[in-house]
């Protein structure tokens, strides 16, 4: 009977226990649970704020980014006043896309590198998660513990420029979570999900950052649970404790957690137990531990209450508990009483109406709403009076409790004035902008130049201006429909890919040399200036567009003047130098010819000295017709111009050519009938077109075709070819075309050049084409050649043309020279050639006498009654008084005296009245009986 009253009280006594525990545990749990709320509330509102912190800073940050208008050491200070109303911050700090420091709170960290740092990798890698708290870590200049809580910030165009980060004070949780009196051995935790330990209270350094997440929390968690309890070992302390988990609604990556150990929260309840046991042994003892446990159990849920209500006065926010029906407060705590200013009596008299601003309506309406539902509301855009009567901007977040046994709302408060009045700054900012914008678009409208703006990733024209629309000859709506590639010829394209690598939003970047297309398809020349910008918050380029053709056709036509002046200079220096050389070498070339003809007229000449004295006098001869070609390139040689008929020319010098080219070389005439007459020296133009000829067959070495044209070209049929002195005019076209190897562009560039050759040596002296050109330009044409390498050479001879007809050629008899017996005063600065001549006309009968120089020809002039019958001069003589000059005085003050010239160089001489040196005995009698005959006709 005992035993089994033993065994009966044994078993009601575990039961006891056993139900006594599970209610402890369950009292906890609640309580811990009712902590976890408030705890959950408070780290929400802390997120909210940070997050709400770092959007406005990168609000201000773009727009003042966007106006131009970053200054670090401003942005530092406004950050510095930004956090000393926010308790949970310790510094503020924007980072660059290379993770250095631009502007902080905190002085002296701007440069710092902060790359390394796993936010920053995070946000970096992750730029689309723009919010995110990190994992706790020391800074690097105070040491302490830091939370960091994250922005990406992203260009417009998506770019990755950098991260806004808010140092949070771990601490800040430590004194919102923990009230005076708390339950002994509770603990208070802040995780993320991946199972890293954010915060806990009490503070626990070791544990910062580290991953001690339950398992059985994880599986819960990944199970999709909100909230609950459970009992676990800790794996912070290893002791045995009593959780209960809340997961952030708003922030769900996150999960508050509130623990006690076991041993504090069954503490009583072994008390109890032990009671318990002492009844068993004692059956009376059993009622006395139950009342005893009763009145515990009852102290313990009141102080339970007691430590509620501690928590809600020492919430750092203002709070009320209204009642749901009368709207009345029946809690304050003391934010709320230091943010309005009344007392704790005078707020437990008020209704919520007696904080409304006027005109807030609205918001009794909302909180009523809301304390009909059971979730969280939040209220924004409300407006509560103090007790001084000033005025502030608040948001309300409620929640519906039961505050007993009433039916409750629980309503937190924060002032937003500075925040509103900061985004209506902001708001300015941006009117602001749009009104420099739309400034800066007209601007743009009425450029005087063409503008376009294009996407820098598409290409697509964004904007054109109405210069643009000028230029191009399209619509704006066609213009706005390409891209910038459609405005270059396709081979063009690839060339301006890469050139576009180099356009900076720093520096504007020249193009020059670029080939743009017109509506009707036409290129034209320009000049691009572009720039990188951003254009209705799109990556763009804005280009500058300049039409410089004309430009460009100005500088070329002046970059063919100056060569052309080059040419003529260089022309004219040599043709110093081979006029002054061949006037002295003449000399003495007269002097010898004069000497073999005065030899080979003696009596009694053994016939083979005189065939010597003959090959003597052709061997000057062919030395004087050296000095005639270095004449003819420099244009100073002595011309004889004739009325010609270039068919005529062209079909005899053609019978000649038929020999010299050779069979490998098939010549074609092209004559056109009825061809005008040109006043050219026949002998020089025979000459030049044989050298041509013969230049055309050795460029056709292993055979081709050789084509002679001859055609009339009228002064209106087209623009005369660049360079010639012929406009207006109607000229006659000699043209030379071969089917030869021809001439690359540097070669053809010195085509004209004195002694430039592309022969072998000892096979041309390089005085061909230019002894042609200088020719054709003294006969006032002009000459042009074309050529391409493979394809042959065109060479175009430009003859003024004629009104006058073509003479028949005048036959001089072989026998005997003309003589007679008149008066003639030579005049010659060299001795030997004046002795010279003088003797040779001596002895053809006439009277001769001499001067050296002009001022003695005048003298002697002066010393005769009759005036002298002939005055046979040299052209180029020394002192102030040359040939032409003595001529003009002599014939103005001896009108009857003929006068006829000679030289061995003349520029600008009268042809028909030159003897040019050297010259045989019969050119000098024939020259001196004309020049007398011609005065007496």
Not at 165 to 187: H, Y
Request: aromatic share 6%; charged share 25%.
């Amino acid at each position: 009977m005992l035993a089994t009253y033993a065994a009966m009280s044994a078993s009601v006594v575990a039961v006891i226990l056993y139900q006594l525990r599970a209610d402890v545990v369950v009292s906890r749990q609640h309580t811990l649970t009712a902590f976890a709320q408030l705890s959950d509330e408070q780290t929400t509102r802390t997120f909210q704020n940070v997050e709400q912190t770092l959007e406005g800073i990168e609000a201000q940050l773009l727009a003042s980014m966007r106006l131009g208008i970053v200054d670090a050491n401003s942005l530092g200070a406004e950050l510095r006043r930004l956090i000393e109303g926010r308790p949970f911050l310790r510094a503020v700090t924007v980072l660059d896309s290379a993770g250095r420091v631009l502007f902080s709170s905190e002085k002296g960290v701007v440069g710092l590198d902060l790359s390394d740092r796993a936010y920053f990798v995070d946000s970096r890698s992750h730029p689309e998660m723009q919010f995110q708290i990190g994992t706790p870590l020391r800074s690097r200049t105070t040491g302490e513990w830091l939370l960091p809580a994250t922005r990406s910030v992203r260009l417009s165009n998506g770019e990755f420029a950098g991260v806004i980060v808010a140092s949070v004070d771990p601490l800040f949780f430590d004194r919102v979570w923990t009230v005076e009196n708390t339950i002994k051995g509770q603990a208070t935790a802040l995780w993320r999900i991946d199972g890293a330990m954010i915060m806990r209270s009490p503070f626990a350094e070791q544990a910062m950052g580290g991953t001690t997440f339950s398992p059985e929390l994880t599986r819960r968690t990944t199970a999709g649970s909100m909230q609950g309890n459970f009992e676990i070992a800790s794996r912070v302390d290893g002791e045995r404790r009593l959780v209960a988990f809340r997961r952030l609604a708003d922030f769900p990556t996150f999960i508050i957690t509130v623990t006690q150990t076991a041993d504090q929260a069954l503490k009583s309840w072994r008390h109890i137990a032990r009671l318990a046991v002492a009844g068993w042994a004692i059956s009376l003892a059993t009622l006395c531990g139950l009342a005893i446990w009763l009145v515990a159990e009852w102290n313990a849920r009141r102080a339970e209450q007691d430590r509620y209500l501690m928590l809600f006065d020492a919430n750092s926010y203002p709070m009320a508990v209204l009642d749901r029906a009368s709207r009345d407060l029946l809690a304050v705590n003391d934010a709320a009483l230091q943010e309005y200013g009344w007392s704790r009596e005078e707020a437990l008299r008020m209704s919520a109406s007696d904080f409304y601003a006027p005109g807030n309506v609205l918001e009794e309406v909302a909180i009523r709403e809301a304390g009909g539902s059971n979730r969280d509301h939040i209220i924004t855009g409300q407006r509560h009076r103090r007790k001084n009567g000033t005025i502030i901007d608040v948001e309300l977040r409620s929640r519906p409790i039961l505050f007993g046994d009433v039916p409750a709302t629980l309503v937190m408060t924060q002032n937003v004035t500075g925040q509103i009045r900061a985004e209506q700054e902001r708001q300015v900012a941006e009117e602001e902008l749009r009104e420099s914008q739309q400034r800066y678009r007209t601007l743009f409208e009425a450029a005087p130049y063409a503008a376009l703006v294009t996407d820098r990733e598409t290409l697509r024209v964004l904007a054109a201006n109405d210069a643009a629309v000028k230029l191009y000859g399209r619509s704006r709506e066609e213009l706005l429909a390409l891209t910038a590639e459609e405005f270059y010829i396709p081979e063009d394209r690839q060339a301006m890919r890469r050139r576009r690598r180099e356009f900076s939003a720093d520096v504007t970047t020249v193009l020059q040399g670029v080939r743009h297309r017109r509506q009707d398809g036409s290129l034209m020349s320009v000049e691009m200036a572009a720039r990188l910008i951003e254009y209705q918050h799109r990556a763009a380029a804005l280009t500058i567009v300049t039409d410089v053709g004309e430009r460009l056709r100005m500088e070329q036509a002046r970059e063919v003047a100056e060569e052309q002046l080059r040419q003529a200079q260089k022309m004219e220096v040599v043709g110093q130098l081979t006029g002054g050389v061949a006037h002295d070498f003449n000399n003495l070339l007269t002097v010898i010819l004069a000497n073999a003809d005065e030899v080979q007229e003696e009596e009694g000449l053994d016939s083979r000295v005189k065939a010597r004295l003959e090959q003597i006098a052709k061997a000057v001869l062919r030395a004087s017709e050296l000095t005639g070609q270095l004449l003819a390139f420099s244009r100073k040689q002595a011309l004889n111009p004739k009325a010609t008929d270039l068919n005529d020319l062209v079909a005899t010098t053609g019978k000649l050519l038929r020999r010299t080219l050779g069979r490998h070389i098939s010549l074609i005439v092209d004559l056109a009938p009825d061809l005008w007459t040109v006043n050219i020296d026949r002998a020089q133009l025979e000459n030049a077109l044989i050298n041509l000829c013969v230049n055309a067959r050795d460029a056709t070495p292993v055979g081709g075709r050789l084509v002679i044209q001859s055609r009339n070209i009228g002064h209106d049929a087209g623009a005369a070819p660049a360079g010639a002195d012929i406009e207006g005019r109607d000229y006659v076209r000699l043209s030379v075309e071969d089917t030869g190897t021809g001439m690359p562009p540097d070669v053809l560039s010195k085509v004209f050049e004195p002694f430039f050759t592309t022969k072998d040596v000892g096979k041309g002296s390089g005085l061909g084409l230019s002894m042609v050109y200088g020719f054709i330009k003294q006969s006032g044409g002009a000459i042009t050649i074309d050529s391409e390498v493979g394809r042959g050479t065109v060479v175009n001879l430009y003859l003024p043309r004629s009104d006058q007809k073509v003479e028949a050629g005048a036959n001089y008899p072989g026998a005997a020279m003309p003589r007679g017996s008149e008066r003639i005063l030579v005049v010659e600065d060299e001795p030997q050639v004046r002795r010279q001549v003088a003797q040779q006309l001596r002895s053809l009968g006439y009277d001769v006498a001499e001067a050296a120089d002009g001022a003695a020809a005048l003298a002697a002039c002066e010393a005769v009654e009759t005036p002298y019958a002939l005055l046979l001069t040299d052209v180029v003589m020394p002192g102030t008084l040359d040939g032409r000059a003595l001529a003009e005085e002599v014939v103005r003050r001896w009108p009857g005296t003929s006068v006829a010239f000679m030289s061995g160089y003349s520029e600008g001489a009268v042809a028909s009245s030159l003897l040019t040196k050297p010259f045989r005995k019969q050119d000098l009698a024939r020259h001196v009986r004309n020049a007398l005959d011609s005065a007496t006709d």
